[in-house]
């Protein structure tokens, strides 16, 4: 019996200093990892964490290929920015290894489409870390909602907003690795997923059409590097029921703002309403630096050096189903359940690549607005995937 994973990590940038150090190193879930082996092209952050891992310099590589080619391995962590997912992915799935991305699952329908594929044919496990479906409020919001306690679902908005720091390449340290980033991926990539993946995983409905607004005031006047993006995207999503969401993500407001990410979200419904409060988490510090909302259910810094919390349980919880299948110990319903395309992100992934579609199509105001366009969800998937992949995905 395997206790222990040979895990290969690929791309080592923010996503790693801000939460997978922690799963690595200091969590509950350390003793199921054995980290073998870095790649990625940034020698900085490449040598970062080989340091942190004590991994020899034969263990630090500038690609993937070499990493997959050269190191016995049983995962991958396939920690790339959104568009670079894919590739890593199928060449590890091909290579009879598992693999665990950051949300959200691709860039496009059509990598996410080809990600899911891969891991129904290969029979090995894709897990896709949307570590809100951990948030203790997500997860009861959820089950309280199934249970009819609230009636129908009606209408929805949740908000998402960054400061601006995290956006901004002038600002030092800069929070990305990738310079571009910013400008390569949108609050819609970075922000928009994580809160249609929580609202979906509540209602469990399909969403059918989106329409999204933009806005571009600060990032453009930024100095002396300016990002051509957005500061801040309302995405409308409609459902089949007619129900719909408004999904408003942003990452330029003031350095100042009580915590990295400001958020919340309300659900409307028939019979009753549930206010997720996800913006008061439990902690409120005054302190010479400022007020800040600490929030310890996402990452608690235990004072035995351990780290705890949902951004450490929901991916843990991926490597042990990943262990849990090595060793034969996950049943053929819990796998095919583990490649749903609910599971694996697809609805996100359409809703992402709609809103990213209707902003590009849409109007530009000399305000600096964006005026979106209407998205038609069954049309873009059979645009991108043809009529047969459409209706396994349930777009007839
Ligand atoms: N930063 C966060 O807090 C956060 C949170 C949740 C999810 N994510 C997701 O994590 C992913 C990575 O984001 P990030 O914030 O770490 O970005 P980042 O730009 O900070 O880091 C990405 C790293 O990948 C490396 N890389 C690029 N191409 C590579 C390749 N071919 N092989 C190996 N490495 C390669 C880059 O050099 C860089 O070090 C994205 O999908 C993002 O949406 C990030």
Known sequence: MKSKLRLGIIGAGSVVREIYQ???FRSDYSPLLEICAVADPNEAYRDWFGDLAGLPPARRFADY???LAQVELDAVQVNTPD???CAPTLAALQAGLDVVVPKPTAATLKDCHAMIQAAQQTGR????DFHKRDDPRIKEAE???QSGRYGTFQ???FYMVDRLCIANPNHSPRFFASPDFAEKNTPASFLTVHMADALMKIINLVPVQVRALGYAHKLPALEPIAVRGYDL???EVLFHTGAVAHIITGWAIPDTAWANTVQSGRLICSDGLIDLALDMPGLREIHADGIFEVNPLFKNFEKDGRVTGYGISGPGRLYRQILDLRNQRM???DQRESRSPLVLGFHTALVLEAAEKSLAAGQRLDSGATLGTTIDLRQLVVAELGAAAARDYGYT
């Open 22 to 24: 922690y799963l690595y």
């Open 65 to 67: 290929q070499t990493l």
């Open 83 to 85: 568009h670079l997912h």
């Open 125 to 128: 496990f894709l897990g896709v």
């Open 143 to 145: 089950a309280r909602f």
């Open 155 to 157: 209408a929805a908005v």
């Open 233 to 235: 995207v309302d995405t």
């Open 331 to 333: 049943s053929e319903a």
